[in-house]
Structure formats: structure tokens, C-alpha cells
């Protein structure tokens, strides 16, 4: 799983946003599971085990 950590008001993560869509969605169409992108906005959640220093944060998670 990869995860994408951002805020809203940043432009960094303004222009990642399509980029990072665009892949989700090929991924959705190709009918790959294995794969799973997710994005949380940081400004209204807040996961104690993620230090952010910065917007966008980008985490990969391994299955187990």
C-alpha cells in the first residue's frame, strides 16, 4: 500500500494530486489488487505513527 500523506493548500501536492490519480486508475483498470494507493489530507487527520516534516508525504506499507 502507498500512501500519500498532503494538505490541501500545498502546491506540491496540488501537482501531484493528478499524476497520483492517474496511476490509481490504471491500477483499478488493470484489475491489479496486489497494488492499493491511498492518500489522507493531514489537515484533517492525524495518524501518530507518521511523522510528517513535510507535504507530500509519501509512505509504502508491505503486506504484513
Known amino acids: 500500500m502507498l500512501v500519500k500523506f498532503y494538505a490541501p493548500w500545498?502546491?506540491?501536492?496540488?501537482?501531484?494530486?493528478p499524476v497520483?490519480?492517474?496511476v490509481a486508475q490504471r491500477l483499478r483498470d488493470s484489475g491489479n489488487n496486489n497494488i492499493i494507493l491511498a492518500?489522507?489530507?493531514s489537515t484533517l487527520?492525524?495518524?501518530e505513527s507518521v511523522n510528517i516534516q513535510g507535504y507530500p508525504t509519501l509512505y509504502?506499507?508491505?503486506?504484513?
Open 10 to 17: 500545498c502546491g506540491h501536492c496540488k501537482h501531484l494530486a
Open 20 to 22: 497520483y490519480d492517474a
Open 39 to 41: 492518500k489522507v489530507d
Open 45 to 47: 487527520n492525524e495518524v
Open 60 to 64: 509504502f506499507y508491505k503486506n504484513g
